[in-house]
């Protein structure tokens, strides 16, 4: 008697089923530090605008630090914070085995970050220009940041062994593009205010 591969319930052969994708939670968050970070220390976990909930959370954090930190300091600080964003992106979006999850806000945090700290000093009202401009460029994804977010969408886990590690690459790229968009407008506004 021949068994067939396609049909055995306990072959060895049969591919098993897709897993759904994990929501995340508190729980899901404290499971890991990568979690943590990519979470934006649970501004990710908002019900509504979780991209906004953790760009506030980076306004935030940046106006407790700014005058703690030299401009030396703060360099490193994002230039860490993109690459270890990258490493939490990668492992938080394979933990959750969606490609590029909503509610990973990391990519948002380490962004705005450098919008502030390279157009500082800022008053309050072009802080809140800076910030609508960089939801905009986030959120409608115009021109080059709609180019940067689809360029690893449709890597394949399945076939690709590198998947994650470029869909954490694309989480963090196109909200750094958006950056570079709001740092430009902002460069344009000043030039021509002068």
Wanted: net charge neutral; hydrophobic share 55%; proline share 8%.
């Amino acid at each position: 008697m021949q068994i067939n591969p396609d049909t055995a319930q306990d072959s060895p052969f049969r591919e098993a089923p897709p897993r759904a994708p994990v929501a995340p939670s508190a729980r899901f968050m404290m499971a890991h530090p990568a979690h943590v970070m990519a979470l934006g220390f649970g501004s990710g976990l908002s019900p509504k605008a979780p991209g906004t909930a953790g760009t506030l959370w980076a306004w935030l954090s940046f106006a407790l630090l700014y005058n703690r930190l030299s401009d030396g300091q703060w360099g490193v600080l994002i230039g860490l914070s993109i690459l270890v964003g990258w490493w939490a992106c990668t492992v938080t979006a394979r933990n959750m085995r969606v490609l590029d999850p909503g509610s990973i806000v990391w990519d948002e945090i380490a962004a705005f970050w450098l919008v502030l700290w390279l157009a500082s000093p800022m008053g309050w009202w072009a802080q809140v220009a800076a910030f609508a401009l960089f939801r905009f460029f986030d959120a409608v994804k115009p021109g080059p940041v709609a180019w940067a977010d689809q360029l690893f969408h449709n890597v394949d886990p399945s076939t690709d062994p590198s998947a994650w590690r470029k869909a954490g690459w694309g989480i963090m790229l196109d909200d750094l593009v958006a950056a570079f968009c709001t740092l430009l407008v902002i460069a344009f506004w000043r030039a021509g205010w002068q």
